[in-house]
């Protein structure tokens, strides 16, 4: 059988904190988890909703810590391609701060963002059937990630789209954006360009997520040592 765990180096320390293991109690409660379960078929799928729990319970926190978005390369959201011509020649001409901000107030908008995920994922794994999790645990490096991303993704945005604006608004964002794009509009022979940032900020935002959920799904099926309780062991060692 394959093994599967999403819980990275950073997560065990989490796991070791009162903090978190009492939000992470709460989750397993909520999804109906228990260790008194026997060995069989309600066995494996209560280690693969533990599993799913940790994972996307440490993701979730990891992305909506401040800079949780800004300080990761690999999601970190950058400045839109219709506008990135825009930003270089604001940037040449004396704008690199305004330009800078803009980033940033896009990232802090996802990391605002982020916390609204924990509900849905664990809805999802509250409705898991035994057919889905023999498809997790037979599938592919990312089969646990693209579960998440069928049952999740347009409820996840719906849910972050109006948080994204809001707080695009606060983090100021939009004001940034307004003056970027009124500097270079007021340059001879350049046009306006049209963006959705909403749209274009909630994207970057999930896409970030998923990502972080399927590097440590993808880390956990080769590497036993992630495997902290004594049901994941046995689900997960065989």
């Known amino acids: 059988m394959k093994k599967i765990l999403f819980v990275s180096g950073g997560g065990l320390l989490f796991l070791t904190s009162f903090c978190y293991a009492g939000f992470l109690d709460n989750i397993f409660k909520d999804i109906g988890l228990s260790s008194e ?14 599993a799913l729990s940790v994972g996307t319970a440490n993701a979730v926190n990891n992305v909506s810590q401040i800079n949780g978005y800004l300080d990761n390369q690999a999601i970190k959201i950058i400045m839109p391609q219709k506008i990135q011509k825009v930003s270089e020649v604001l940037k040449k001409i004396g704008y690199q701060k305004e330009v800078d901000e803009f980033t940033v107030s896009m990232n802090r908008a996802a990391e605002k963002a982020a916390p609204k995920a924990t509900s849905h994922f664990v809805n999802a794994v509250k409705e898991m059937k035994f057919d889905d999790a023999k498809k997790i645990l037979g599938g592919g490096e990312t089969a646990a990630t693209d579960y998440f991303k069928t049952k999740t993704f347009d409820k996840l945005y719906g849910e972050f789209k109006p948080v994204i604006s809001s707080s695009m608004n606060e983090a100021g964002v939009t004001r940034y954006y307004k003056g970027m794009m009124d500097k270079y509009t007021s340059l001879p022979f350049v046009k306006g360009v049209n963006l959705d940032l909403d749209h274009y ?21 080769t590497d036993p040592a992630a495997r902290v309780t004594d049901v994941l062991k046995e689900v997960f060692g065989k």
């Open 37 to 50: 379960t026997d060995p069989d078929e309600n066995r494996i799928i209560s280690g693969l909703k533990e």
């Open 201 to 221: 900020v909630t994207n970057r935002a999930l896409d970030g997520l998923f990502y972080m959920i399927s590097e440590e799904e993808k880390k956990i099926r």
